[in-house]
Nanobody, 125 residues
Framework: VQLQASGGGLVQAGGSLRLSCVTSGLTFRDYTMGWFRQAPGKEREFITAIRYRGGTTYYADSVKGRFTIARDNAKSTVYLQMNSLKPEDTAVYFC???????????????????WGQGTQVTVSS
């Protein structure tokens, strides 16, 4: 199983980025997909998730209204559209996959079996 995250970079505050996470080696449609981030000196933080069936989405309060998660089952890919970026969004962003995915656990990093390598997002003020 591989998860390959990309799309990070340096952007000014107020700007936008779109992250992609291409997966292989798993039956993508059976997986709840999540995005987490980790800033230096901080714990890994849940950002958003999209369920394997029906596509119900979940967002952390810190990104609600600014970030949007989407999935393309045909491409085995999950996306994270990030708008109105703030300096505090600076972190390494990780995608993760949880087979089936229990609703009560979508925000828990421990629930996800597979992780991508991370992509750096830096927002300058």
């Amino acid at each position: 199983v591989q998860l390959q995250a990309s799309g990070g970079g340096l952007v000014q505050a107020g700007g936008s980025l779109r992250l992609s996470c291409v997966t292989s080696g798993l039956t993508f449609r059976d997986y709840t997909m999540g995005w987490f981030r980790q800033a230096p000196g901080k714990e890994r933080e849940f950002i958003t998730a999209i369920r394997y069936r029906g596509g119900t989405t979940y967002y952390a309060d810190s990104v609600k209204g600014r970030f949007t998660i989407a999935r393309d089952n045909a491409k085995s890919t999950v996306y994270l559209q990030m708008n109105s970026l703030k300096p505090e969004d600076t972190a390494v962003y990780f995608c993760a996959a949880d087979r089936w995915g229990i609703v009560s656990s979508v925000a828990s990093a421990d629930a996800y079996e597979h992780w991508g390598q991370g992509t750096q997002v830096t927002v300058s003020s």
